[in-house]
């Protein structure tokens, strides 16, 4: 092994990222034999609603940023963007207009010293 290659592994064993990489290979492996199996069972994906699937994912990626003030404003600017967007314009664009609340949480984010 070249000394520059070893110099790369024990950076990336000594930050953790050779344990983090191969634990999102052995849950990425795991995920998808498990989509697999589960879906092929499915008859009918529709009947279960997949389509809620993509902002089911952005509600879990919400929850650590609404434990400040700044993250709670700009959620809820957000769904009330997109509540207001859903009968006005095409679907999938109330989600991409709410992204403009990010604005408002960067705004008081900016303010905030701490």
Known sequence: MS???RES???ALATGL???TFGVFADSALGT???VVAGSS???PQAWGLDAAFPAAFVV???PHI???P???TAALGALIALVAVPLVPVGLPMLLAALAVGLGWWMQRGDPS
Request: hydrophobic share 45%; glycine share 12%; net charge positive.
């Open 71 to 73: 993250g709670q404003s």
């Open 33 to 35: 034999m498990a989509g």
């Open 67 to 69: 434990k400040t003030r």
């Open 61 to 63: 990626l919400l929850v």
């Open 9 to 11: 592994f024990v950076l």
């Open 42 to 44: 499915l008859e009918d």
């Open 18 to 20: 050779l344990g983090v």
């Open 3 to 5: 000394p520059h290659r």
